[in-house]
């Protein structure tokens, strides 16, 4: 191969714009290097003939393959040199200078195998860098690489164990140090092979320099600059963002002019849906939902807590009954418990409200720069964001969206009741122009008997600033409050939400309404909100009628005519209700249905009641606390609270009940305040506690365990009597006196006995009753032990 430079201009960088400057004369470029650089065949010795031709673009050079009939009255070497000395005089007789440097080209003879790349990080340079596994020395390389241009300076780099030697080459122009590179690469030269590359020179940057050592000075500055563009440009991109979200701005399915489009075109060719909340025919929900809507028209003041268990239709309830506020937040707590990092709950809140632009991977950057500067400096810069920090600035800025959208948004200082004046002077308002509107004509301003209305049209604007529609107030929803009180930053969480829900509250803002199965919501926010009483609605179960409509709005009554049994089994569980229509639809029987859920049910409650596998799972009762309360509410739909409480398994503790609640195993139902009653968690659930008493084995196993346990109860109480008459023996001395005189048994130790002796007698039959009753237990076990065998 021979090696042409300068037929194409040099790359230096991918900044480089020369390229596309000389664009339009590149095909001229092309045609020249092809039949003008390249000496034509005829005037070539040893029958030269070219093989082709290969551009270097980035090099600004070109090899050209040859191929020639070796003569034999010449060697190799000057053959090949004789073919170089050709392509010189050919270059220098015509004088071929190119026109995009006005330098002449140079034709050199390849003497190694050029490494063709085309990586973006490498581009030529003055300096390149030889390496070499033998001793070629200062001279050695001088002598090498001079043929390509005038050599500024030879350095050979100090040689390092088991790697091979290096040397920097620095010419005088670029153009040789390319020519250099493409000829010699994996040359070999007496014996030694070398690899030529381009070495890569770090400039130097002054301010950089300087500002990475005064970093005490630039990191702060840097991190002013880097807050102050974000409170003057991101802020406000931020809060109109969220703004939009909450408003619908951007939302064209919510624009009026296109709701009467389709309730004019679309609607009137369609049946109209049923609402998802109206077709489960659940007559329970309109009491609660009207008292939600009737709150929703007062002046946000307090909290509102829609409670109920998991799968009741609470957060379809309250979507229903607010889908008519213009202006709505709702946040999916779910969503940000089951977040796997502080990230990705940041993530998630900022998508559900509208926070952009994020940039978390920011924080990431600045927790890393603050890591290497304080192992620099010693000292923190207090560029990393905490997620406490960084959650609260979420909300803050949710917080500035929310009272732009909201017309209490200047009435913090105003007190609930001024506020309801106002309200209902809009109301009185909103009411007299739709009598207007229906009569087609202005009412006079006489009939209206209210202060605002007898005032004259040129105060009416004025005092239509004073107004206050309660649908424009904003509805913040925070829906799985506290559906998980364990986790990484659940406490921090639900802490923040709470405060957050406060101001907004306490000054008027928005209404907010959170949505939780937990019992416990009522305390994390009697904290954020002392002093104030919650507006409470609690959702129970559908009753049997419910249920069966809307199990015959889903199944045809005349192909599935028998649906009470199964209905009844599963019980008025919304998800449990929707799960049989389903299966029933997919082609399963009423009762296969019906069996197939109750068969999961069983599962659940003995995965999470009798999880004997799992050694480290914590829990606040006892496998055989939790069978008594089983036992009987199999019996039952309800059962006593307080006779279960002073039950000898619980002994008047109510932590237990408290853990099985939150398991979802059991309902605590409360009357005034108290709890009074033990409901199933699930209705389905009494069901599957009958299904698990008909395991005889099972059975026969945890009644066994339950009277071993309260056998070993009773009898440390019969050890503690007995030690304490042991204790009063003592005071009869060998004579038959007693320690405090006398023959005769102190009337205060003769009742204190006898008290002593009725409960070892009572104690002594229960401990009998149980021991028949774990006799019992061991002789089903042993029968069903033979039987299976």
Not at 214 to 233: M, Q
Not at 712 to 720: H, L, P, R
Request: proline share 5%; net charge positive; glycine share 6%.
């Amino acid at each position: 191969m021979l090696y042409f430079d300068n037929a194409y201009p040099l790359k230096m960088g991918w900044m480089d714009v020369r390229y596309t400057l000389l664009r339009p004369g590149w095909k001229s470029l092309e045609r020249k290097a092809k039949n003008d650089l390249v000496p034509p065949e005829s005037g070539m010795p040893f029958h030269f003939k070219i093989g082709g031709i290969e551009p270097r673009l980035k090099d600004g050079g070109m090899f050209v393959h040859f191929s020639y009939v070796h003569p034999s009255s010449y060697t190799t070497k000057e053959a090949l040199k004789e073919i170089e000395s050709r392509c010189e005089q050919h270059l220098m007789s015509h004088g071929h200078y190119m026109w995009f440097n006005f330098q002449k080209v140079r034709a050199f003879l390849v003497k190694g195998s050029p490494f063709l790349e085309d990586m973006a990080s490498r581009y030529p340079n003055k300096r390149i860098r030889v390496e070499y596994s033998g001793d070629l020395g200062v001279e050695g390389l001088y002598t090498l690489f001079r043929k390509y241009g005038k050599i500024v300076d030879i350095v050979q780099v100090p040689p390092v164990k088991d790697m091979p030697k290096q040397a920097i080459v620095q010419y005088s122009f670029m153009r040789a140090s390319t020519s250099a590179k493409n000829c010699l690469h994996g040359a070999e030269v007496n014996g030694v092979q070398i690899s030529v590359t381009y070495e890569r020179t770090l400039k130097g940057n002054v301010i950089w320099t300087w500002l990475s050592n005064h970093p005490r000075l630039s990191v702060p500055l840097g991190g002013f600059a880097v807050a102050g563009v974000s409170y003057i440009i991101f802020d406000p991109v931020r809060v109109f963002s969220m703004h939009a979200k909450i408003t619908q701005l951007f939302n064209v399915n919510e624009y009026p002019i296109l709701k009467w489009l389709r309730k004019e075109t679309v609607g009137r060719l369609t049946r109209a849906p049923v609402d998802s909340l109206q077709a489960t025919g659940w007559r329970e929900r309109e009491e609660e939902e009207e008292k939600l809507r009737v709150w929703l028209r007062n002046p946000p003041e307090t909290f509102a807590i829609v409670q109920g268990p998991r799968g009741s239709g609470k957060t379809d309830m309250v979507e229903y009954a607010v889908k008519e506020k213009k202006h709505r937040v709702i946040i999916r707590c779910e969503e940000l418990a089951n977040a796997r990092s502080e990230g990705e709950i940041l993530t998630t809140l900022a998508k559900q409200v509208g926070y952009i632009p994020l940039f978390q991977f920011m924080n990431t950057l600045n927790n890393m720069m603050d890591m290497a500067i304080t192992a620099t400096t010693g000292q923190k810069a207090g560029l990393s964001a905490t997620f406490e920090g960084q959650l609260k600035k979420i909300l803050d800025t949710l917080t500035i969206a929310i009272q732009q959208a909201s017309p209490t948004s200047d009435m913090s200082n105003v007190s609930p009741e001024a506020i309801m004046k106002k309200i209902e002077l809009t109301l009185e308002e909103k009411a007299r122009k739709a009598v207007e509107s229906a009569k087609d004509g202005p009412l006079p301003v006489q009939s209206i008997d209210t202060k605002q209305g007898r005032k004259a049209k040129k105060d009416k604007t004025k005092e239509q600033t004073k107004w206050c529609d309660p649908e424009d107030i904003p509805v913040v929803i925070i829906d799985g409050y506290m559906s998980r009180e364990k986790g990484p930053h659940a406490k921090e969480l639900w802490t923040f939400l709470a405060d957050w829900a406060a101001v907004l509250v306490e000054n008027h803002v928005a209404h907010v309404i959170f949505i939780s199965n937990n019992v416990a919501t009522a305390k994390p926010l009697s904290k954020a909100l002392p002093n104030m009483t919650f507006e409470t609605i609690v959702l129970s179960d559908a009753t049997l009628e419910s249920a069966m409509e809307f199990v015959r709005k889903h199944l045809d009554k005349e192909e599935y005519p028998n649906l009470i049994q199964p209905v009844k089994t599963i019980g008025g569980r919304l998800t449990d209700l929707e799960l049989f229509v389903q299966k029933v639809k997919a082609g399963m029987g009423p009762e296969d249905a019906m069996n197939d859920i109750l068969g999961r049910a069983v599962i659940e409650v003995r995965k999470s009641a009798f999880d004997f596998d799992n050694a480290d799972k914590k829990q606040n009762w006892t496998a055989i606390q939790f069978w008594t309360v089983m036992k009987l509410l199999a019996k039952s739909e309800a059962v006593s609270f307080d006779e279960l409480k002073i039950h000898p398994l619980f002994k008047n503790d109510e932590s237990p009940f408290g853990g099985m609640e939150q398991a979802e195993l059991i309902t605590i139902h409360h009357r005034n305040g108290r709890p009074y009653a033990v409901r199933p968690g699930k209705p389905i659930y009494r069901a599957a506690f009958q299904e698990i008493l008909s395991d005889d084995g099972f059975a026969a196993v945890m009644d066994l365990e339950a009277s071993t346990f309260l056998e070993k109860d009773e009898s440390i109480k019969v050890a503690k009597w007995e030690a304490e008459l042991r204790e009063l023996s003592n005071l009869l001395h060998q004579d038959g006196s007693w320690f405090f005189g006398g023959g005769r048994v102190p009337r205060e130790v003769d009742v204190r006995i006898k008290w002593l002796m009725n409960k070892l007698a009572e104690s002594h039959a229960k401990i009998e009753q149980y021991e028949q009753e774990m006799a019992k237990s061991k002789k089903q076990i042993a029968s069903l032990r033979v039987n299976g065998g």
